[in-house]
């Protein structure tokens, strides 16, 4: 008997009225939210505008959701293809079914056309964004909880999985949680990208590049434990060839790119350092000073000026005793003469 375990949603859906809620969708939103908002502040920090990310975000998520769609249908053909099952659900992506390969691959094209339209190197916003990328897995991998899938072996740990689903070949029972791995691995994912792209100041897609290779090494052995369905080439899982395949892509990328080009992009997005112009109630800093300067300058003037007034007031007043002390001089000369 378990003494503990994580229970799985009586449902994955609830309903406002006649409006469906889903859990798995709610997950892949907050996930979307997440990941623009640390992009965005990580894109600030290196230089480029407020807004840009979610702006590029509008072509890089609708293409990484049919991305990771297509390629969980493609590998998994025989659950919507084969006989007894129906093709339509391909379409259900609220049922769950996303690749995260597909989703990063065709995810990537769009940032690219994004990129492109703005002017902007795409290594330099995939740096900014993987982190984001990281924490949005985190978060949708609980999606797969809220659908009671994405777990391994039968277990009996306190922090096992209760399936109580039987549907779709489930066997109710408690299992290892490797969409809860999955998830913390993840957390750890994102936080190694950015103590590392802090401490050597990783640039030209190297800070994506590391979060590919450890979100990949994770995964291998996470996949190794699930008991779903899947193709097997070799013994081994296609999602494990995966992994190691793009592991060792993406390592050889930092190192070739590290050698090719050190350091990190002095500029991201052209014309965002001179800035925008100053919204209303705000001045520059350079208006405030050249202010400064002018009230100096006017305050100096004025100065100058009484400086200017009290020199000739002092000197309007020694004509005026000069002029007595002439006047006095020839009365007294003619009384002298007088007497």
Known sequence: MELAYIPSPSSGVLYLGPVPLRGYAFCIIIGVFV???????RWIAR??????????????????????????????????????????????????????????????????????????????????????????????????????ELYGRATDVPWAVEITSSSDGRVPGTYHPTFLYESLWCVGVALLVIWADRRFKLGHGRAFALYVAAYCAGRFWIEYMRVDEAHHVLGMRLNNWTAILVFLLAVLYIVLSARKRPGREAVVEPGASDGDGPADGETKAGDVKAGDEKAGKTADDAEEGETSATEKADASAEDSDASADSEASKDGAGSAKKG
Request: proline fraction near 4%.
């Open 35 to 41: 990941a623009v908002w640390l992009g965005n502040k």
């Open 47 to 148: 230089g480029g505008r407020a807004g840009t990310v979610a702006d590029i975000a509008v072509w890089a998520v609708p293409f990484g959701l049919i991305g990771g769609r297509l390629y969980h249908v493609v590998t998994d053909y025989q659950l919507y293809f084969s006989e007894g099952r129906d093709w339509v659900d391909a379409f259900k992506i609220w049922e769950g079914g996303l690749g995260i390969w597909g989703a990063i691959a065709l995810g990537a094209l769009g940032a690219w056309i994004g990129c492109r339209r703005r002017g902007i190197p795409l290594p330099a916003y995939a740096d900014a964004i993987a982190p984001g990328i990281a924490l949005a897995q985190a978060i949708g991998r609980w999606g797969n909880w809220f659908n009671q």
